[in-house]
């Protein structure tokens, strides 16, 4: 049992069958049928003219920021947000642009007078400001419509490009029960992580207008993410977005679950009102040596990732039973 991350679930048995049979070519010279239908496909899906299939959310991510943004040019984000903080740097390192990042609010979102504020003029002195980075969800916790549509009519009114880091954009479509074109209509690009909840075992989504897909293609075979027979991957990568996103929904119930249980033991504070997708965090009193108490997991067969907040994440391969066994065993070693 691994309550780590919805990054380890494991491919589905159609998944395997998928990729054994899926037609392949040479997908840098254009010719793989299944990546071009995942392709065509998922930019029809999400509302976008193109789409491009990555071996990562990161290079997803990393590709976008590239595309939006020239050597010197700047993104507005989190200080939370993953292409800041989780992605080794990469946007600076590789593309010479500067992040402005802004303390999220504690709901996720970026507050708009701070944003105003981080747009710098044009002067010799700045970088410039091109672009707003936003993440949904982000920490488990969903931005709602009227905040992405605010972020709109924010960037129209700055003349910035707007990017969602949609790694969990379905579980935010799942959570807001909406379709995943309600949330991706407010935003010139964003990038979807099919090997999270969604199952497949590689690959995400960049989308946005034909001519910037075209730049992040070029610069995806700049970095070294041209794959050649990759339909193997993206055949798995379709079914991640027509068979599994309803288990999203029962991954949130779980969620909530988990945290109800979790808010009864001694020393561990969630507040299951906050849960709203596959996330749960917990406070942890300091008497709580929550490294020990992952080791002795681990021989019971259950993975945790400690730290204070402690995370969990609930996902396909994480039933309701599993659930009552952790916090069974969790009482245990607390006692
Ligand atoms: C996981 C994640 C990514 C990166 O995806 P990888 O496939 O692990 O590189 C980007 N953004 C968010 C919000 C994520 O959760």
């Not at 561990?268 to 997991?297: G, M, Y």
Request: charged letters at 20%.
């Amino acid at each position: 049992m691994d309550f780590r991350s919805d990054t380890v679930t494991q491919p589905t048995q159609a998944m395997r069958q998928a990729m054994a049979n899926a037609p392949v070519g040479d997908d840098v010279y254009g010719d793989d049928p299944t990546v071009n239908e995942l392709e065509a496909w998922a930019a029809e899906r999400h509302g976008f003219e193109a789409a491009l299939f990555t071996s990562s959310g990161t290079q997803a991510n990393l590709l976008g920021l590239m595309a939006h943004c020239e050597r010197g040019d700047e993104y507005l984000c989190g200080q939370q947000a993953h292409n800041y903080k989780y992605e080794a740097g990469g946007a600076a390192v590789l593309g010479s642009i500067q992040p402005q990042p802004l303390e999220n609010n504690p709901d996720g979102t970026l507050d708009f007078d701070k944003l105003r504020a981080a747009i710098k003029p044009d002067d010799s002195h700045f970088a410039r400001t091109k672009l707003l980075s936003l993440e949904n969800t982000i920490n488990g916790k969903v931005l709602p419509l009227s905040y992405m549509a605010e972020a709109r009519e924010f960037c129209d009114h700055h003349k910035l490009g707007l990017h969602l880091d949609g790694a969990r954009a379905y579980n935010a479509a799942v959570a807001l029960n909406v379709d995943i074109k309600e949330i991706a209509q407010y935003f010139d690009s964003m990038t979807v992580c099919l090997s999270k909840g969604l199952a497949a075992p590689i690959g995400s989504l960049l989308m946005g207008s034909k001519e910037f897909i075209a730049k992040a293609r070029r610069l995806r075979k700049m970095v070294g993410g041209g794959m050649r027979q990759a339909g193997i991957l993206a055949a798995a990568g379709k079914l991640a977005l027509t068979d599994q996103v309803n288990q999203l929904e029962i991954d949130h119930k779980n969620a909530k679950t988990l945290a109800v249980k979790l808010s009864q033991l001694p020393g561990f504070h969630v507040n299951p009102d906050f849960v709203q997708t596959n996330l749960v965090f917990a406070k942890l009193d300091s008497n709580i040596d929550i490294h020990t108490i992952a080791e002795k997991l681990r021989s019971d067969g259950i993975l945790i990732s400690p730290g204070n907040p402690v995370r969990f994440a609930t996902h396909k391969d994480i039933s309701e039973n599993d659930i009552n066994h952790l916090v069974e065993k969790l009482k245990n070693h607390l006692s």
